[in-house]
């Protein structure tokens, strides 16, 4: 059971079955979509970013308990947030999925639960998913005003 | 005429156990736990037979077959040219140039798709498939679709995954030119009636490809009984290498079909201005085939008519049987498929668990199921489903596989419970 409990912790299971941030804003300022064709899931992500800052975000989607605990949780890491704060987050959150860090960044925070998923090289899309989305969603509105 | 069905009489009593000690692999733990092989519709694992086979070609009798003039060449042409026999006997055809051999199913298909296709099929003609049918029953007539203009109908199935054959006399009209249908569906393992759909078909002046891959390791079969056109048979699925299969074709089509890939092999005479085309079978096989993968699928080919294809189908139903009952006792379990006629795949999901997640903790406990969409997503989406949990049986397959699948799916409740 210890082995299984590495990947799928409590708060991985907690977040699968009830994901916070979940659903479509009224009003939607950036959006992206995601989809791992390999395994069907699918994640859309609804940013709002003020003042460089992640003011709202929110997601919805299908998939695997890996990937809506991942999305969930990163919901709750960007929020208020600098873009490039949440940018950071995704780079230390890859590279301890990918096995380059081997410990967890303390900016990781709760997401230092997914360490696990690097014992399983085919999960480690499931759990980047929603992050390169969010990243998509970022880059939709950020193109747009790059100039400034 | 073969009145006779030599493939489905066996030479030796079924017995698990001593199957399950002829196939190598099944000896192995994974995560220091016994190995339960449920994914044998995705590739079969192979038997010792198959395996020395393939050792003793390459290590005693291998040269490139035809045309050569030495002693190893002719050997391994006649050991090439027995494999065809085999098939021959396995599919009861009645002439073995009736067999091409091919690296799979998915080059059969396209085989007949390119050829016979592109010969005979002209914008407006149609080609009933089915919602059943893997993708490489579907993409193949898709691409020929953009080539000529062809016609895609799919005969619809029903929640339980069996096909509705009054729409599909519905379907069929003069226009109709082939009728694609898988033998046995790799998702719900429903077994169409295929006597019938060919029957139908032929009074409409159709002809019948039959996809066999799922069907042949598992059924008995007898393409003149079927009547059916062209058969599909991929090796790795029948307990043979993986980069083998063949096509069954009804002579007299063969003989009318122009040549599928150009190449060696598959020529008479070549000359800058034009080339004259080799005989069927060999007009399909151009470049050097698969030779030792080949004779190895004729080594699986006689492991399974040894076994008896009756007394494997008899001992895979036994399987399913125990293991829909088992399963349906487990209350978060809803099967997908549950067709009268159906052969031993079986499709479930548990709860609102995805099927990613039910995969990695079976894995844990040692159960290889596949999970995802099984490359049929058109009938995942008439299903209403992104994925669902795949256990597939073969010969080696036992009631205590079923009992160690049942025991981790209730390990997944409780995880997810």
Redesign the interface.
Known sequence: MS??RD??QEVI?DHS?RPRNFGKPASVHQHADGHNP???DTVTVYLTVEGGKVAEVSFEG?????S?ASASLMTEAVKDKTVAEARAIFEHFHRLLTGKDEFPDDALDKLAVFEGVRD?PV?VK?ATLPWHTLVAALESRAEAVSTE | MNAVVVATKAKRPFDVARIRADFPILARTV?DKPLVFLDSAASAQKPRAVIDVLSRTYENEYANIHRGVYYLSQKTTDAFEAARETARRLLNAREAKEIVFVRGGTEAINLVAQSWGFANLKAGDEVVLTELEHHSNIVPWQLLRDRTGIVIRAIPVDETGTLDMDAYAKLLNPRTKLVAVTHCSNVTGTVPPIKEIARMAHAQGALVLVDGCQSAPRLAIDVQDLDCDFYVVTGHKLYGPSGTGFLYGKAELLDAMPPYQGGGGMIRRVSFERTEYAEVPHRFEAGTPNIAGTIGLAAAMDYVMDLGLDAIERHEAKVLDYAHKRLSEINSVRIVGTAKDKASILSFNIGE?????VG??LD?EGVAVR???HCAQPL?DKLGL??TVRASFGVYNTMEDVDALCAAVQKVQR??G
Not at chain 1, 62 to 66: L, S, T
Not at chain 2, 353 to 357: A, G, L, Q, R, S
């Open positions: 082995d299984l990947l799928y299971v079955k390999l395994c069907g299908r998939g695997c308990a890996i809506m399983y999960r499931c | 995560y668990v995805h099927p990613h997640d990695t903790i844990r999970v995802g969409h995942m992104v994925a995880f997810f």
